[in-house]
């Protein structure tokens, strides 16, 4: 007997919806996409190109049919967040698992006006969503196991690599580390050591190659822990441990160099440069994919 197709409403149709949504649609489910701006809805529908004809879109949550799960991928402030999953929450029956792909704030904060938070878990997809394997899935403190299983058993099911974290910390994994690289490239920078290129080229071309092959603790075992320590001992002194993000940083946004989106961040982007980074950047992304499963990892630890 076939089996009966997924169904699955994503709130939220900016840059990480759409590709959430593609990535439903390539894999059969019966997606649903919704916003409350029109005109954002109208750029996904034209992002979407083929897919849009088997995606539905909507401005509200009405639901003619009850879906399996809902995954909110709406802006990242946790009261348009909270106001979000209430409005899912009304409109669905209590066997619907709700997600939410939160980069970073606490699932407990996010649920902690549900009903039945037993059935919302975090899954923290990566942009673009459609090509990029690995999804954090992040229990709260009232999340069911049950709910878990199912998420990853359907995040398998659309060809992802679901990691289960054992516990909710703010930024979760990966942008805990992501931030913390940050934090070291914006110090460095605002000391004048290097220029934003040969930062970006070292960074890319030293442990960015790495990284895409081998995870840092398997890099670090390969490298020898012995060795990692005696650098550890005299490196963290010297290390940025700054409490506020960095004064460049805060510069920057204050005067609207927001990145490539405004034609000017660390770099100055045009219309056609962007246009150019961008053409290739998913076939590239799906070659190193491909190169980083192929790779094979020592035994289990
Ligand atoms: N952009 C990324 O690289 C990235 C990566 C991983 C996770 N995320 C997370 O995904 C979420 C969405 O990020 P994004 O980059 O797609 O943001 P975005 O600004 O592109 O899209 C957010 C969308 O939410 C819509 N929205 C706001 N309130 C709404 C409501 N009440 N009902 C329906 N729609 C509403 C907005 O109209 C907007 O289109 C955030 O939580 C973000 O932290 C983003």
Redesign the pocket.
Known sequence: MQEKALRAVV???????TTLAKLMAVNGVKVTV????PH?LETSRQRLATHAATTCFATDLKMTEVPDFVIE????NVE?KQ??VAQIEASVNDATIIMT???GIPIDEIGSIMRVPQRFVGT????PADIVPTVEVVPGSHTEVETVEKACGWLTQLGKRPAVLKTCVPGFVANRIQHAVMRECLSLLEKGVVEAEALDDIVQYSIGVRLALNGPLCQRDLNGLDTHLHIARYLYPDLDASQQPAALLEEYVAKGRLGAKVGLGFYRWSDESLARHQAHERSKLKRIIELAAQDSHGDEP
Do not use: I, L
């Open positions: 709130v939220g149709a900016g840059t990480m919806g919704v916003d409350t701006n954002v991928s709406v802006t990242e348009v106001k979000v792909n939160t980069s923290h997809f990566f942009n």
